[in-house]
């Protein structure tokens, strides 16, 4: 009979060491920062600027790779489905927390096919006008299109997207009724806006503060819960008469579930470090952000909160499945 030789605990203990130093020494080669949309959009902006960041305190490369497309389900479905390395991490979008309403077949579970790491830059949408408009303030708004129930229209980037739901939260909460126009993007619905083709638009700080500041559009009110120092004069929608409104477009970094919990742990460490710094907070506020920076655990809480919000909104609207 041969003799079976059982690896002596000598042997069994280096196995354990190695396997743990492979965790430790987390990452020992390039990181995919996949981001579900097109190059030049916001959340590709908000990558590469946080890439080279990340880059140095990996000290590894970190790659921006964008998967555009199914509004933003394929970048999503890359990461849930990727190793749980920590070796593939995706910058989500707001999307993620509305597309379950909006689309009959996800191919991801938002709040458990994913680790959640940091909330990463969160940004307000502006409510703007057309000058011709006879209204300087949410509350004349209000009174306004109150006074003729369907008869204003609104523009957005597209039905579902976060301009869009914004508008609807809006109009649920004040307790109004506007015709909604789809575009295909945010371009082509501020061009309407500006030629008055459509009332009103939920628009993004970048592409609506300089028609503010030149005139050709009137800021009413902002969908954050507090001023932002890009646009100090312009109120908050909650403080202009209907309390409680809030609605922003949010960033934020996620791994695939089960990634490990230190590699978690150094994500999150390094990422605090980087909204932590003056450079990248100027960089944000310029555009009207707010860096994130809050725990795992607070993060994936607030996915779950917006998830149920953004339900809410989308059966009160009467939106229908894609």
Known sequence: MKTIHWPCAGVLALALVSASHAQTSYPNRPVRLVVPSSAGGGSDITARMIAPK????????????????????????VVAKAPADGYTLLLGISTLATNPAIYRKVPYNALTDFAPITLVLSAPNILVVHPSLPVRNVKELIWFAGARPGELNFGSAGTGTNPHLSMELFLSMAKLRMVHIPYKGSAPAMTDLLGGQV?????????????????????????????????RDVPTIAES??????????????????????????????????????????????????????????????????????????????????
């Open 199 to 231: 009332a009103t638009i939920m628009a993004t700080m970048l592409t609506a503060i300089p028609h503010v500041r030149s005139g050709r559009l009137r800021a009413l009110g902002m969908t954050s819960s507090q001023r932002t120092a890009v646009a």
């Open 241 to 322: 008469g209907v309390p409680g409104y809030e609605a922003v477009q949010w960033y934020g970094l996620l791994a695939p579930a089960n990634t490990p919990k230190e590699v978690v742990t150094r994500l999150h460490r390094d990422m605090t470090a980087i909204l932590q710094s003056s450079e990248i907070k100027e960089r944000f506020a310029a555009d009207g952000g707010d860096p994130g920076g809050n725990s795992p655990e607070e993060f994936a809480r607030y996915i779950r909160s917006e998830t149920e919000k953004w339900a809410r909104v989308v059966k009160i609207a009467g939106l229908k499945p894609e």
């Open 54 to 77: 990340l880059a140095e305190r990996l000290g590894q490369q970190v790659i921006v790779d964008n998967r555009a497309g199914a509004g933003t389900m394929i970048g999503g479905e």
